[in-house]
């Protein structure tokens, strides 16, 4: 398999992540707006923000580091928003560090977006 060619497995992933992420971001907002929370807005708008990247990898395609940044950013995406979530819904944390862990993961998946701008595709 060429190193750029894609899964379809992992495209589909990537394609149903970024259109949950997308619908939840909007009716997080909606919650956001008639319920309150102070970390529901945070987290839909964390959704809304990093659901075009997974539609983006999921549609068009990418290599190997790019596949494992979307991965990164999706569980960082998770334990962040989740922990948000978990704060203002059922009143504790996921657990323990789940959000400062969540937001290294996707201070660390943007940076490796970043870094394969730096790599030579492969033949």
Not at 37 to 50: D, E, I, P, R
Not at 68 to 80: D, K, R, T, Y
Request: charged share 10%; hydrophobic share 60%.
């Amino acid at each position: 398999m060429d190193t750029t060619e894609q899964p379809a497995g992992y495209s589909r992933l990537l394609v149903l992540a970024g259109g949950l992420c997308g619908a939840a971001g909007v009716a997080l907002s909606a919650a956001a707006a008639h319920l309150g929370g102070a970390f529901v807005s945070t987290a839909a708008s964390f959704l809304l923000m990093h659901a075009p990247i997974f539609l983006a990898v999921g549609f068009v395609g990418a290599g190997r580091v790019l596949r494992i940044a979307s991965l990164i950013l999706l569980v960082g995406l998770v334990l962040f928003c989740g922990d948000l979530l978990a704060r203002d819904f059922m009143g504790s944390r996921l657990f323990p560090m789940s959000a400062p862990i969540g937001g290294t993961l996707l201070i660390a998946g943007w940076l490796a977006i970043a870094g394969s701008a730096l790599l030579r595709p492969r033949p």
